[in-house]
Nanobody, 111 residues
Framework: QVQLVESGGGLVQAGGSLRLSCAAS????????MAWHRQAPGKQRELVAL???????NYADSVKGRFTTSRDNAKNTVYLQMNSLKPEDTAVYYC?????WGQGTQVTVSS
């Protein structure tokens, strides 16, 4: 059974940083593309970042230069380092692999 468990969300002031983690189990992790999405209240879920098995990354324009995703295949974990956070980054953040999703972790950025 595939499980994705996010952690690291919380409340932070604008300009602050958070590091999200997503631990995967029940799946061969190292050869898979992992993605981070977010969904703000009243908005559609959007892709934030993804990382390939080889470590190549891609980011939404809204987070480029502020967010960095990385992976530790030995730990079956993917990370999302979020710096210079803005109130508009407030959302529930999800990690995703194929059709599997985590439960999400809330990120709230106060102005």
């Amino acid at each position: 059974q595939v499980q994705l468990v996010e952690s690291g969300g919380g409340l932070v002031q604008a300009g602050g940083s958070l590091r999200l983690s997503c631990a995967a189990s029940g799946i061969i992790f190292s050869n898979k593309v992992m993605a981070w999405h977010r969904q703000a209240p009243g908005k559609q879920r959007e892709l934030v970042a993804l990382i390939t098995s080889g470590g190549s990354t891609n980011y939404a324009d809204s987070v480029k230069g502020r967010f960095t995703t990385s992976r530790d295949n030995a730990k079956n974990t993917v990370y999302l380092q979020m710096n210079s956070l803005k109130p508009e980054d407030t959302a529930v953040y999800y990690c995703n692999i194929f059709s599997f999703w985590g439960q999400g972790t809330q990120v709230t950025v106060s102005s």
